[in-house]
């Protein structure tokens, strides 16, 4: 169990993190959504030990980051969302770095790099150099330093951001092996989709404040039921009205009601009756983005 | 930290600037400088070899600070400041690691260069164990103000701004261009304030005067100071350093 208890962190007059406690399952992957400035790096840099100076206080397992930080380090794997590499040396340069930091040497140390270079695809570019890299290698090489030491908790700072679709893909699969394996996965992420895919539960933060935390499906019930997405250009906010409430998205509307399919039949039936043909008219599954409009009145991508 | 260390001289080596700056530059410097100098009557052969090949050792020593300046604010850029802090290394082994292959080419250095200067100038080198820790003293101190500078600064620019006002000030003041002999008064003075002076006033002790280390104790203990000071400012500078880390 990860336990954040009551942390406040202040930069000069500014509050970056008010009053932040959570717990997390061990053996599970937490996801922390924000906007660029809500907490998001700070909680994430405190809790990968790089932040000390904090209020509050995290305990793992049976250690407290205020006593035990340098057993609480030993267990986590950093992986942060700048490429951290030495571009001018070789992959295996870069491993047998951040494995001496974590005080693996010799057989071990090449054991491991070995099955890391396995597990992150790049056994056969083990010689070369870093800056010979696409994107994706240099991020799955980010990663893999950060598993060497065989890491109980992983905490991922935007780990997928500037890759194209195979790299992604391709650490999703590395990170659904760790969730595999029993690793606890603390992730962070600016894409929603992400963390709804890989996640068990989700914490939203904004402006310093832990908005809400919950399983996906919780948080879904609570904030955000399904509803109907209707457009077309005889659609007006009058006419949807009267099958219940309504707001604008995108280039059409969002019917909230008790009952959506009831809603959609009666919907259905209306527009056949007045002869109005919706470009669109469907059942509306709530997403993240949409549980975070709820909570704060603000978008995720613009706040 | 031998991590730190080993890593951190891997990248160095490989770096071409280094090698123009550290060994050939200064190498061309000593050689157009004794051509120039070597006719001056008012002078003996050895006095301008002790002035010349010392004075420029000490001066170029003073360029390491550029390239410590360009290998911490990388770190800081790339977001490995914060990277290695996320890791059970501590900041003074982080520091020792950073510093220590500086150090290391700082003393090869000057051993190639005070080596050239015996093998083409004739050289005298004096009392080798009062050298060699005049020489550790000057390489603790240009890599412990180039620890300073390389935490402090906000830009690669500003640090070899910096740099070459120190290193270039410095000689001028300290008396690595010509004696301090020969210039005003204040600025006699002045120069007493400079690490590059007691530097240099120590290796005329030791290769002119045949000086042995009761002569030259003053000069490695306020070099050495320096050096501690210089260390002292960038364990402090620290968690301002690690701030700006990217991450």
Known sequence: ?303 | MWAIARTELKKTIQDKGLWFWTFVLPVIFIVAFVAIFSGDESQSYKEVVTQIIPGYTIMFAFFIMISMVIAFVKDRERGMVARIASTPLSIHHYFFGKWLPFIIIVLIQIAVLFGFGVVVYDLPLGNPLALILLSLSLAFIVTGWGMAMAVIVRTENMGIALTQILALGGALLGGLWMPVEFMPEVVQNISKALPQYWALQGYKEVILSNGGMADIWLNVLILVLAGVAGGIIALLSYPRFLRQSRS
């Not at chain 1, 890759?163 to 969730?179: A, E, V, Y």
């Not at chain 1, 998205?249 to 399919?261: R, V």
């Open chain 1, 1 to 303: 169990m990860i336990s954040v208890e009551n942390i406040n962190k202040q930069y000069g007059s500014v509050q970056a993190l008010d009053s932040i406690s959570f717990k997390i399952e061990e053996g599970t992957c937490f996801g922390l959504v924000g906007p660029n400035g809500a907490g998001k790096s700070t909680l994430m840099k405190i809790l990968s030990g790089i932040l000390l100076n904090f209020n509050g206080d995290i305990q793992v397992r049976e250690w407290k980051v205020s006593k035990d930080r340098l057993k609480i380090k030993q267990q986590i794997g950093y992986i942060p969302q700048e490429i951290c590499l030495e571009d001018t040396l070789t992959a295996q340069d870069n491993l047998i770095l951040f494995g001496n930091l974590y005080g693996l040497k010799g057989k071990a140390l090449q054991l491991r790099i070995d099955e890391v270079l396995d597990q992150i695809g790049l056994k056969d570019r083990a010689k070369d150099k870093v800056i010979t890299f696409s994107g994706g290698m240099k991020r799955r090489l980010n990663i893999g330093c950060a598993l060497l030491h065989k890491p109980s908790i992983i905490i991922m700072d935007e780990p997928t951001v500037g890759i194209d679709p195979q790299s992604r893909n391709s650490i999703f699969s590395i990170i659904h092996q760790l969730k595999a394996e029993g690793s606890t996965i603390i992730y962070s992420s600016h894409y929603m989709e992400e963390v709804e895919q890989l996640c068990d539960s989700i914490g939203l933060i904004d402006k310093g404040q832990l908005m809400e935390i919950g399983r996906m499906e919780e948080l879904l019930e609570k904030y955000a039921m399904p509803s109907l997405f209707i457009s077309g250009d005889n659609i007006e906010t009058e006419m949807l009205q009267r099958f219940g409430k309504v707001e604008s998205k995108g280039n059409g509307y969002l019917l909230n009601s008790d009952d959506p399919l009831l809603t959609l039949e009666k919907l259905v039936t209306y527009c056949r009756e007045h002869r109005i043909e919706p470009r669109r008219l469907e059942l509306y599954h709530p997403r993240l983005e949409d549980i975070f409009f709820n909570l704060t009145g603000t978008q995720l991508r613009d706040a």
